[in-house]
């Protein structure tokens, strides 16, 4: 079986003996090395590797540019060509992708954000660097900001004209703040992932569309990375926490049906 790698490079998750090395001994090879070890580890295994993950911040925080993280403090963003170019050496065939969350709703964040990604993606290519696909995270709301069609459209074509893979790498749907009937919920998600959808699987450059992970069984804390307000399990996912098939299922297997024909991601 071929799978994703995710992530290569990230802000978070890292032990703190690491950056505390990296601030003090500024030695790149304690980026690019590990880049390198596990890139090739892997290598023949992956069809598609998640370089940086999330070097924005995020519209949820303002979309202000790039986010803290100890990598940019002592490399500056050089870091995202330098772990592009050691992961390329290490798997001369994988697609190289950087991901990133807030790319799909509607708010003048999102604007924003969405025009702070397009500005990374034109700097690593006008530098040279071997970034083939962009991977959108797609963690939708059914009751908070929506998705506007048009603007995901043209967001879309603007990274299908810079030569890039589109792949959608985390989609889930949010039923946070809706109400307690489930029925209603899980209609809302469905909904929400078939307007997403409609228009995503509209441009030929989306090759992959990958879940947030199959069942509500795993999504309340500890293992859930998401803390619930309203108290209620949360169901954003295709089955249900008993891996009965909900509305959303069935939205994603219809928007499959009828997408336009695509040579896969493989």
């Known amino acids: 079986m071929r799978m994703r790698g995710h992530p290569l ?16 001994r500024r030695d790149p090879r304690l980026l690019t090395g590990y880049v390198t070890a596990l890139t090739r580890r892997y290598r023949g295994r ?52 950087y991901n990133d969350a807030g790319c799909e709703q509607d708010t003048p964040g999102h604007d924003l954000f969405r025009k702070h990604v397009l500005e990374l993606l034109d700097g690593l290519i006008k530098r040279g660097v071997p970034v ?14 929506k998705v506007n069609q048009r603007k995901l459209g043209v967001f879309l074509d603007e990274l299908s004209a810079r030569n890039l893979a589109i792949l959608i790498t985390e989609l ?9 009937d489930p029925d209603i919920r899980d209609r809302a998600t469905a909904e929400e992932a078939r307007r997403f959808l409609d228009v995503a699987l509209d441009n030929p450059a989306v090759g992959t569309v990958l879940t947030w992970g199959l069942t509500d069984r795993y999504l309340d804390p500890p293992l859930s ?17 008993q891996l009965r098939p909900k509305p959303l299922h069935a939205a994603l297997a219809q928007a499959f049906r009828a997408a336009r024909p695509r ?3 493989r």
């Open 9 to 24: 490079v990230w802000h978070e998750r890292n032990p703190p003996w690491l950056e505390d090395a990296v601030r003090t």
């Open 46 to 97: 992956m069809h598609s590797l998640d370089v940086v993950n999330e070097a924005l911040v995020p519209p949820d925080q303002g979309a202000t540019g790039w986010r803290p993280s100890f990598w940019r403090d002592v490399f500056g963003i050089h870091y995202l060509d330098m772990a592009f170019h050691a992961a390329r050496e290490a798997d001369p065939a994988a697609l190289l992708v």
């Open 132 to 145: 083939q696909g962009m991977g959108l995270q797609a963690h939708l709301a059914a009751f908070g900001p």
């Open 172 to 180: 889930d749907v949010d039923d946070e703040g809706g109400p307690r």
């Open 225 to 241: 990375w998401r803390l619930r307000l309203s108290g209620w399990r949360g169901r954003r996912l295709p089955y249900d926490a």
């Open 263 to 265: 040579t896969p991601i």
